[in-house]
T-cell receptor
């Protein structure tokens, strides 16, 4: 069974600084998708960024980028120029290439200090 | 284009009562998924439905839980005879197809509290 591990229960960053959230996963599949979701206090699950495993190029969405290391099964999220609105719980998620189920990690609570 | 709509946002039930959670998918989305988030945990898959069909309910507890997605109207997650352990946030997600190429769109969830 696939598992997703987020080893940092909590992280903090100063406003305008950069922070990296870690995620590792375990799978025997070669084709899959990886996601980072943000959950602010409103509880809404917001898709931040996605990565297809067959793509070697790391995904980027504005201030958010990933470091995808397929061999190491690592998928970290880098947030540049952190803003107060980035404060939230961040979840890493995995989906097999032909599987509709998302497997989530336990989340990392990010605090942004002014 | 409204997103995934879930209601109610908060639901309080006494032990032994029934809870009904509703989910209207995004316009054009015919695939609906229910996930449960227990305190301090990530979301866990419960059930996958298409219109009038349950595709996969492998994440649903065997008793007291059921789900439907009728031809007309929202998807319903029903929990009979609720117990304290059912207290959680229940999220619905939808997609235009059954594989999350683009990632799912989630609703804001229903927080169920059993007292």
């Amino acid at each position: 069974a696939q598992t997703v591990t987020q080893s940092q229960p909590e992280m903090s960053v100063q406003e305008a600084e950069t922070v990296t959230l870690s995620c590792t996963y375990d799978t025997s599949e070669s084709d899959y998708y990886l996601f980072w979701y943000k959950q602010p206090p409103s509880r809404q699950m917001i898709l931040v960024i996605r990565q297809e495993a067959y793509k070697q190029q790391n995904a980027t969405e504005n201030r958010f980028s990933v470091n995808f290391q397929k061999a190491a099964k690592s998928f970290s999220l880098k947030i540049s120029d952190s803003q107060l609105g980035d404060a939230a719980m961040y979840f890493c998620a995995y989906s097999g290439g032909s599987n509709y189920k998302l497997t989530f990690g336990k989340g990392t609570l990010l605090t942004v200090n002014p | 284009n409204a997103g995934v709509m879930q209601n109610p946002r908060h639901l309080v039930r006494r032990r032994g009562q029934e809870a009904r959670l509703r989910c209207s998918p995004m316009k054009g989305h015919s695939h609906v998924y229910w996930y449960r988030q227990l305190p301090e945990e990530g979301l866990k898959f419960m059930v996958y439905l298409q219109k009038e069909n349950i595709i996969d309910e492998s994440g649903m507890p065997k008793e007291r839980f059921s789900a439907e997605f009728p031809k007309e109207g929202p998807s319903i997650l029903r929990i009979q005879q609720v117990v304290r352990g059912d207290s959680a946030a229940y999220f619905c997600a939808s997609s235009p197809e059954g594989i999350p190429y683009s990632g799912y769109t989630f609703g804001s969830g229903t927080r169920l509290t059993v007292v």
